[in-house]
T-cell receptor, first 110, second 114 residues
Framework: QKEVEQNSGPLSVPEGAIASLNCTYS??????FFWYRQYSGKSPELIMS????GDKEDGRFTAQLNKASQYVSLLIRDSQPSDSATYLC??????????FGTGTRLLVSP | DGGITQSPKYLFRKEGQNVTLSCEQN?????MYWYRQDPGQGLRLIYY???????QKGDIAEGYSVSREKKESFPLTVTSAQKNPTAFYLC?????????????FGPGTRLLVL
């Protein structure tokens, strides 16, 4: 079982829709969770971090964490073509190790 | 402008050759990292350093070497022992190296084998 799992996609949504990206993790001791956005050929950039159960909102982005079910998700409201990228989930495990998922490719069509 | 620079953007390696990837930061960060990214795979940690003249192996250090002689610089050498070096190499830094800290990434170097 992988430590951090993401569906590789692509996830296709029309412009203006809500994009929902999911990530599951295996270590129940995991404590911190990050979402990075990576445009094709570019380096990752941090979008959100979340540490507590529940929702955290930042503009059009909402991160949701459910430690009991061991998943973290990222919602993008009013999706724009410029949101088309690969979204990486990263988790700090109980062993104090930062582990990245393989990423989900998002395509937003005009 | 503060940030992380990596050079070159593209690097070609001949079989049996050692090549060195440059990473420089002017963010005054103590910690620096090297990751490797392959298609369809997540970022994998090669080496990291939390202080000058000290560095630690990551998950896939075999075939690579690093040095940290200056706070600002953390070059990565891909040696001939690395049999499958083709990948996108990312350098990152963070303030002190704590796992909860945000890591800031450089633009990356794409290494290709001739």
């Amino acid at each position: 079982q992988k430590e951090v799992e993401q569906n590789s996609g692509p996830l296709s949504v029309p412009e203006g829709a809500i994009a929902s990206l999911n990530c599951t993790y295996s270590d129940r001791g995991s404590q911190s969770f990050f979402w990075y956005r990576q445009y094709s050929g570019k380096s990752p950039e941090l979008i959100m971090s979340i540490y507590s159960n529940g929702d955290k909102e930042d503009g059009r982005f909402t991160a949701q964490l459910n430690k009991a079910s061991q998943y973290v998700s990222l919602l993008i409201r009013d999706s724009q073509p410029s949101d088309s990228a690969t979204y990486l989930c990263a988790v700090v495990t109980g062993f104090q190790k930062l582990v990245f998922g393989t990423g989900t490719r998002l395509l937003v069509s005009p | 402008d503060g940030g992380i620079t990596q050079s070159p953007k593209y690097l070609f390696r001949k079989e049996g050759q050692n090549v060195t990837l440059s990473c420089e930061q002017n963010l005054n960060h103590d910690a620096m990292y090297w990751y490797r990214q392959d298609p369809g795979q997540g970022l994998r940690l090669i080496y990291y350093s939390q202080i000058v003249n000290d560095f630690q192996k990551g998950d896939i250090a075999e075939g690579y070497s690093v040095s940290r002689e200056k706070k600002e610089s953390f070059p990565l050498t891909v040696t001939s022992a690395q049999k499958n070096p083709t990948a996108f190499y990312l350098c990152a830094s963070s303030i002190q190296g704590g796992v909860l800290e945000t890591q800031y990434f450089g633009p990356g170097t794409r290494l290709l084998v001739l």
